[in-house]
């Protein structure tokens, strides 16, 4: 899968689900719309401020489906990890990432108490 990850945490996620070597990463505030184009995504992680710019440059091509990740707070970073997985196919994977992440906070909550 050919898939383009402008938004940080979504290029963080894919990564931990073991999806790297499939990822280009870009930035989105200096897209270059010829290049986005010509890596002929199957698949775009993108920040809400840039999502209309790249849903335009890449209307007309076949299968690029953008999908929108605008986390606020480290649960809604949680739930993008989820929908990366239904994007790609990953779920048992990011099953094992959330139960990761969520035993970390809690033994850092536990610290932070005690």
Known sequence: ???????PHATELLEALGLGDQVTAMAPDALDAHEL??????????????FERVR?????LPGADVVRLDPRTFGETLA???TIAERTGTG????????ASRARVDAL???LRD
């Open 109 to 111: 909550r536990r610290t």
């Open 56 to 60: 335009a440059i890449l209307a007309g």
């Open 92 to 99: 048992a994977a990011a099953i094992e990432l959330i139960k």
């Open 1 to 7: 899968m050919r898939i383009v990850s402008l938004a």
């Open 80 to 82: 993008d990890a989820r």
């Open 37 to 50: 184009r010509e890596l002929e995504p199957q698949l775009v992680f993108t920040p809400e401020s840039a």
